[in-house]
């Protein structure tokens, strides 16, 4: 018996940085809508979903930059994106800009929620791997701000029993770092979903602006077949405030090959139906840990910060 979970992955075209959550909130509704007309049990959005990617821009103001964060989940503005999940029986996942109140300050995070088909929110994920800058650097064409908006995460990678398997989550540059998906698959997960905001001109190491769209599915399907699990990655897509981002959004079944993949950079929903205990195939074949990984005799280093 198939332990199937129909995945929508929401692609979300451009967003502007005057657009309103309203208007944000409906664009994912219409994909909301769509993936329910698909049969979908859970659709997954990008990251920072609610804004343009505010990171590539300098920015003191703390009103100005309060605006891009949300102090409570769901608000005023998102609401109705519970209330229709709800309604129409469909879970979801988002990132979006947190404010937390935690230990008498205030924190900033860049998080994703997971919320089931009853409308509540079963995990919570701060993303760890924050990539770019914490200093202005006026030279480049854009910014990549995310070390100086956000604090690194401090709820780890979770695994939540959730759509009657092991799931997931992280956000973008989490991708590219295989201990993400390691982690994870020592807790036995079975779907990591993440949303990502790539551009494809990256200001630190441009020699690889023209293999941005292959680092991204290498990362995910290495990671989907090194810890046999689904992957959906979603991105935000297209030219957004002058910044080219990348589309790719992919499912990956936890062989590595992609079996969904969009043809836009705007607003376009793909779907598969998962088959969850694909994934258990390779946790008791070649990936089984207790058999073969041996990390004992890897001769780990203690892992220390800063350069070795
Ligand atoms: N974006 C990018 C990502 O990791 C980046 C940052 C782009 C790093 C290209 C390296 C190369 O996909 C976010 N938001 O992490």
Redesign the pocket.
């Known amino acids: 018996m198939a332990r199937n979970v129909t995945v929508g992955a929401a692609q979300m075209g451009p967003i502007a940085r005057n657009e309103s959550r309203q208007v944000v909130v409906s664009r994912l509704l219409e994909l909301l809508r769509q993936a329910h007309g698909r049969g979908c049990d859970l659709v997954v959005f990008p990251?920072l979903t609610l804004t343009t990617f505010f990171p590539r821009w300098w920015m003191e103001d703390p009103a100005e930059i309060e605006s891009f964060f949300e102090r409570e989940m769901p608000g005023p503005a998102v609401q109705p994106l519970f209330d229709e999940a709800k309604r129409l029986e469909i879970g979801f996942s988002f990132g979006y800009g947190e404010l937390a109140d935690e230990g008498g300050k205030t924190h900033r995070y860049n998080t994703s929620i997971l919320v089931d088909k009853s409308g509540a929110i079963v995990g919570k994920y701060r993303k760890i791997h924050l990539?770019?800058h914490a200093d202005h650097r006026p030279e480049w064409p854009f910014q990549?701000l995310?070390k100086y908006f956000f604090e690194v995460g401090d709820l780890g990678f979770g695994v939540w029993d959730a759509f009657g398997g092991k799931m997931g989550m992280c956000i973008?540059?989490d991708r590219?770092w295989p201990e993400t998906y390691r982690v994870m698959g020592l807790k036995g997960v079975e779907l990591v979903m993440l949303g990502?905001?790539?551009?494809t001109h990256?200001p630190w190491?441009p020699i690889?602006d023209d293999l941005?769209g292959f680092h991204n599915h290498l990362s995910m399907q290495s990671g989907a077949y090194q810890n046999s699990t689904w992957v959906v990655g979603v991105a935000k897509a297209g030219m957004e405030e002058g910044c080219n981002l990348l589309a790719g959004t992919c499912i990956i079944a936890p062989s590595g090959e992609i079996v969904a993949l969009t043809a836009t950079k705007d607003d376009e929903l793909i779907s598969h139906v998962c088959d969850l205990d694909l994934a258990q195939y390779n946790k008791k074949a070649m990936f089984d840990f207790a058999q073969h990984r041996r990390p004992e005799h890897y001769g780990i280093i203690t892992e220390r910060a800063g350069p070795v």
Request: with cysteine; proline share 12%.
């Open positions: 990251e990539p770019g990549h995310e973008c540059n590219r990502y905001n790539t551009p990256i190491e690889y941005t």
